[in-house]
């Protein structure tokens, strides 16, 4: 008699912001990608460097999160190829997917009127994680947040994205940090996470003008180049164009955007970055850079670019990539602070290089470490 065949791992992803752009983008992205819909452009782990790092399979990826917003994701991503930002047909095409992934969105906060404590919505945020693992019989599950910015703390209590870290600490799950906000950053939360055992990941998707600043800073640092200034703007509509109209929260999005060039230049130039809400383009945003600079004998020069992307489209392969690198690296026991995934990030965590290349050089040595056979 053969034996029962051993059906592969499931792993759970529970996305804070769960009706949002970005999410809704990853769970429609993910349902197309395994069904051959369209290619895994944008998808670092699908490169070769990462084939032998036994990665869960995008397949074996259930989603489910928290959110505020009551917009089922299947009428979301109608509204997202209405813009352009999913392929025409694609959300009638992965519509089960959709749905499957709301039927597993549990009610997020606190809302207006909520009056349960810190402790009281932190265990009610865990009790919706450990449910959903259990009752879908997931091996583990990675909690990423993808909500909107919130602004930075003012005191002592824990804003919304720290209570979303703190249950998804105590519920056993891998926390990763797409945002600015402060999540695991709180530092009321620096016991819990240097306890919990669980690998964790920065904070803030590098998708567009500081990728681009990562690059850049580094080219001029080493070619010996003297920046003078480096002004940006950034003109973005969609969830993120009207929270970032809050000037706390542009700051605390702004903070990473100059972290790294102060990192890769060893000074801060003059200039500042500017964020503009543009209702009109929806998910697309406009990222322009002025750099001022000096080079041999003094000769002024400049350089200017201007990056146009779609933000839901440029995150949403980054969240599966983090998923999926927490999900192996807590497979294979690894804990703490990852700072080899600061690839992926402009705040990232431990100590990690600032340059975008000698950060890729160590999240393709993080793959192979992931493929070997103790992992630790």
């Given at each position: 008699m053969s034996a029962p065949r051993q059906l592969p791992p499931r792993v759970g992803v529970w996305l804070i912001g769960a009706r949002g752009s970005v999410a809704t983008t990853v769970v429609a992205g993910c349902a197309a990608l395994t069904a051959g819909l369209r290619p895994p452009t944008g998808l670092v782990t699908e490169t070769p460097a990462f084939a032998r790092s036994g990665l869960p399979a995008l397949s074996s990826l259930v989603f489910g999160g928290h959110d505020t917003l009551d917009c089922p994701l299947p009428k979301r991503a109608?509204?997202?190829?209405?813009?352009?930002?999913?392929?025409?047909?694609?959300?009638?095409?992965?519509?089960a997917e959709l749905a499957a992934a709301e039927r597993e969105i549990r009610p997020g906060g606190p809302l207006p009127g909520d009056t349960r404590d810190e402790e009281e919505l932190i265990a009610a945020f865990a009790t919706d994680l450990r449910d959903f693992v259990r009752r879908l019989g997931l091996d583990r599950a990675v909690v990423v947040n993808v909500a909107s910015t919130e602004?930075?703390?003012?005191?002592?209590?824990?804003p919304a994205s720290s209570l979303y870290a703190a249950a998804a600490l105590r519920a056993g799950c891998p926390y990763v940090n797409f945002t600015p906000s402060t999540g695991l950053h709180h530092p009321g939360l620096a016991g819990l996470a240097a306890s919990s055992g669980l690998p964790y990941g920065g904070r803030d998707g590098k998708t567009g003008q500081t990728l681009l600043r990562s690059v850049l800073g580094p080219m001029f640092a080493q070619r010996a180049l003297d920046v003078r200034a480096w002004s940006g703007t950034n003109l973005l509509g969609g969830g993120d164009g009207?929270?970032?109209?809050?000037?706390?929260?542009?700051?605390?999005?702004?903070?990473?955007?100059?972290?790294?060039?102060?990192d890769t230049l060893g000074t801060v130039p003059e200039g500042q970055v500017h964020i503009d809400d543009v209702p009109a383009l929806g998910d697309w945003k406009t990222a322009w850079d002025h750099v001022a600079f000096d080079g041999f004998l003094g000769t002024r020069m400049v350089l200017q670019t201007i990056w146009q992307g779609c933000d839901?489209?440029?995150?949403?392969?980054?969240?599966?990539?983090?998923?999926?690198?927490?999900?192996?690296?807590?497979?294979?026991?690894?804990?703490?602070?990852?700072?080899?995934?600061?690839?992926?990030?402009?705040?990232?965590?431990?100590?990690?290089?600032?340059?975008l290349a000698e950060q890729y050089a160590e999240l393709e040595r993080f793959a192979r470490r992931l493929s070997e056979e103790d992992g630790r």
């Open positions: 109608e509204q997202l190829a209405a813009g352009g930002v999913l392929p025409p047909g694609l959300p009638a095409a992965v519509e602004p930075a703390p003012t005191g002592a209590a824990l009207a929270a970032l109209a809050d000037p706390a929260a542009a700051a605390a999005k702004n903070a990473g955007k100059e972290r790294v060039l102060a839901s489209a440029l995150a949403a392969p980054l969240v599966l990539d983090l998923a999926r690198l927490l999900a192996r690296a807590h497979e294979r026991g690894l804990s703490g602070p990852r700072p080899e995934l600061a690839f992926f990030f402009k705040d990232p965590v431990g100590d990690a290089p600032a340059s």
